[in-house]
């Protein structure tokens, strides 16, 4: 299954608990860090709630 790498650019200070809880969900410790999930339905539709906040790429 494909993985998709996620790095978390902007911080989530002003923006709505629930993003930041997202933010924590996906397994972020600290700002400018990367995650790499397998490529779900699920990790997709959280990656969007807080698309605005990351960057991320599907690798195969």
Partial sequence: MAKIKVKWV???I???ERQKRTIKA???KKL???VEHE???QI???IEH???LV???VED
């Fill in 14 to 16: 002003g923006f709505a």
């Fill in 32 to 34: 400018q860090s990367t």
């Fill in 50 to 52: 807080v698309r605005h």
């Fill in 44 to 46: 997709r539709g959280m």
């Fill in 10 to 12: 902007k911080s989530a």
């Fill in 55 to 57: 960057v991320w790429t």
């Fill in 26 to 28: 996906l397994g972020f």
């Fill in 39 to 41: 490529d779900t339905p």
